[in-house]
């Protein structure tokens, strides 16, 4: 598809990937309906993109029906979208009797209950030939120790894209699933920038995600995920998951020690505005566990 044009809602634009795939999209000629939480964010995005004229900012918790429920009146949707990309999510990285119920619903009601109602509103009025692209993660298809409850929405999320995509089929709109690996961002707390460090786990920059989601939309492309060797990661754990059993469990002393030492966000997980995580206590060294 052309974005030249084309009407595209995005979520999570204020931060991340979503700021600099909204720097993509207008530079392509899209259209942006630009969402978030903080609208001093989006205004400075939309006032610096091309054309700021073309582009209007949405502010609204995607966690809350009734802001949900606001957002789907906003005037630039009444003549329908080409293209929704919904990328705004959360992560929390504990072990997950350390995470709160609240931390729980956050990540479930924002990373799949979120996606699912924005797509089941708009599908009606969605323009033919239409996109839905969802942000995954290779979480979406690895589940990581630390990650449980975000890897259970990422992976929901990718049944779902791949459930309606077959829905879809033939009807003019297509669901793309994307899914990036580590992506230096707010989303991840300092844990799990030290944990990846001392992994070796290779990050991305949110630019050059922001780049392939742009190529991905482009071409139609249904499935994607980004890195080496996280793509191999992908079909080894869906052909013979056993092997990354092992692999995981060898590493697991070391994610254990990052997920539980340090003291993850707890407020506002994954949120951009947030201030870096502080150490709740010094992470004790090998020899000292
Ligand atoms: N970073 C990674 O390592 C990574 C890897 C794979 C996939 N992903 C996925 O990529 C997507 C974007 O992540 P990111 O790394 O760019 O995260 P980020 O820098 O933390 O940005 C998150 C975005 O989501 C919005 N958001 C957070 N909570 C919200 C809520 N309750 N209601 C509405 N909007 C909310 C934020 O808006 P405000 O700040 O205005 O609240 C912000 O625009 C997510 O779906 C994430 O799961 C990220």
């Known amino acids: 598809m052309k974005l030249e044009g084309k009407k595209v809602l995005l979520t999570g634009a204020s931060g ?4 600099e795939l909204a720097q993509e999209l207008a530079a392509q000629g899209a259209h942006l309906l630009l969402h978030g939480r903080r609208g001093p964010a989006l205004d400075r995005l939309c006032k610096a993109l091309p054309h700021p004229e073309r582009h209007q900012v949405v502010i609204a918790d995607l ?14 949707l009444e003549d329908g979208l080409d293209i929704l990309i919904n990328n705004a999510g959360c992560n929390q990285f504990a072990w997950l009797e350390d995470q709160s119920a609240e931390q729980v619903e956050r990540q479930l ?4 209950e979120a996606p ?42 990718r049944g779902f894209s791949e459930a309606l995509g077959r829905e879809l089929e033939g009807s003019g709109i297509k669901v793309l699933h994307f899914a990036p690996r580590a992506t230096r961002t707010k989303l991840n707390s300092e844990a799990a920038y030290e944990m990846n460090a001392e992994l070796g786990t290779q990050t991305d ?40 059993d092992k692999a995981l469990a060898k590493q697991l002393p ?22 870096q995580p502080v150490l709740s206590r010094p992470i004790p060294t090998k020899k000292e566990l």
Not at 16 to 19: F, K, L, S, T
Not at 130 to 143: H, R, T, V
Not at 211 to 222: D, P, Y
């Open 63 to 76: 966690g809350v029906a009734h802001e949900r429920a606001k957002l789907l009146q906003h005037p630039a």
């Open 116 to 157: 699912i109602q924005l797509t089941r509103a708009l599908l009606p009025t969605m323009r033919k030939p239409g996109i839905i692209m969802n942000m995954g993660s290779s979480f979406g298809s690895i589940g990581y120790p630390g990650y449980s409850v975000y890897c259970a929405s990422k992976f929901a999320l």
């Open 205 to 244: 920059s949110p630019q050059e995600v922001a780049e392939e989601a742009v190529i991905a939309l482009c071409n139609e492309t249904r499935r994607s995920w980004l890195g080496w060797p996280e793509k191999l990661f992908v079909q080894l754990n869906a052909l013979l998951p056993a092997i990354v």
């Open 254 to 275: 070391v994610i254990e020690r990052y997920a539980r030492h340090l003291q993850a966000r707890t407020a506002e997980p994954g949120v951009g505005a947030q201030p």
């Open 16 to 19: 991340g990937i979503g700021e």
């Open 109 to 112: 009601l924002l990373n799949i």
